[in-house]
């Protein structure tokens, strides 16, 4: 087994061969161990968090993914997050970069350095907010990213962190969606709580989870259950229920909450894998019994 500093060395390595070319348009699927990742979640986890109540509520497992998910958590007052993701780069972008952007930049600051629509041709003065991001996060944050723009100098006049991301297609709703950007006030808000908040990332799949972590108040799937199907072509209803299940029994605490639906446009569905199971939930606050429901489909 790899030690963690031997990890970031392979990390590196891998991303290097990867998008170390004039084309780094993504190669493979989605949710590969080294590939592209959104910048931002389409989920509406502002009105999600809001339905649900988490007062009182001390931890929670989530999917890292863009981070927003991780970010919005702590604002909600949980201190005590750990994220899993089998794309290792989730790890550098939300963790290092993201958060430290949170960390030392203004509001005014962090909206122009992550509207997308400068990612397709990076300002200087953008170049300079990114630098500034970069030099202060932890140094095997660091050091991957340094990496990562020294080489893609090669082929670009100004290589960015955003190179490596899908960027949300529309960046009102990005801000519409994640509380910690409706306004300086809620973003200072998440400033003070990052500080002392308690953040572990494991880099594993979703099959991995019952065995892996512990018990926590509050286990988020987001839409990761979607893509059950590329995991387990055959069977993949009947393993994803299997697997709901075994969260369910296995890692929520006494009066937990579970969300493994995905919460887009106000939509709560179970992941389509066929006719058998295909039913839409409306907006319902008890997600124990929609649990219910939806494990005794047959």
């Known amino acids: ?35 592209r990742f959104y910048d931002f979640t389409n989920e509406k986890l502002f009105a999600l968090f809001e339905l ?17 998910h991780v970010f919005n958590l702590i604002l909600q007052g ?20 993201k958060k430290t952007a949170i960390e030392i930049l203004n509001y005014e600051q962090f909206i122009e350095l992550f509207c997308p629509y400068g990612y397709s ?25 340094e990496s990562f723009l020294n080489m893609r100098r090669e082929y670009e006049y100004n290589p960015s962190v955003f190179h490596l991301t899908y ?28 500080s002392n908040a308690k953040i572990e990332f494991v880099a594993t799949n979703i099959t991995d989870v019952p065995k892996l972590f ?50 887009f446009d106000g939509v709560r569905t179970f992941p389509k894998f066929g006719s058998n199971i295909e039913k839409e939930y409306v907006l319902d606050s008890d997600t124990t019994s929609i649990l219910k429901r939806t494990i005794n489909m047959d």
């Open 214 to 263: 512990g018990r926590y108040d509050y286990i988020d799937f987001s839409n990761v259950l979607y893509f059950y199907q590329g995991i387990f072509p055959e069977e993949s209803a009947k393993k994803a229920i299997n697997l709901v299940k075994s969260v369910y029994e296995n890692n929520l605490n006494k009066d937990g909450l579970f969300k493994y639906y995905y919460n």
């Open 52 to 68: 649900l109540k988490l007062n009182g509520k001390e931890s929670a497992l989530t999917v890292l993914s863009s981070g927003d």
């Open 167 to 194: 960027s949300t297609s529309n960046f009102a709703k990005a801000l519409s969606n994640n509380k910690y950007l409706l306004n300086a006030e809620m973003y200072n808000a998440l400033k003070r709580k990052i």
């Open 121 to 145: 041709a990076v300002s200087s003065k953008l170049n300079e907010l990114e630098k500034e991001v970069i030099k202060n996060m932890p140094l095997a944050y660091r050091k991957f990213w």
């Open 1 to 35: 087994m790899l030690s963690l500093e031997e990890q970031r060395q392979v990390d590196i390595q891998k991303v290097l061969e990867i998008y170390g070319k004039a084309d780094i348009s993504l190669t493979g699927t989605f949710f590969e161990e080294y590939s």
């Open 78 to 97: 949980i201190n005590t997050v750990t994220t899993f993701d089998c794309n290792r780069l989730t790890e550098y972008y939300a963790l290092g970069f």
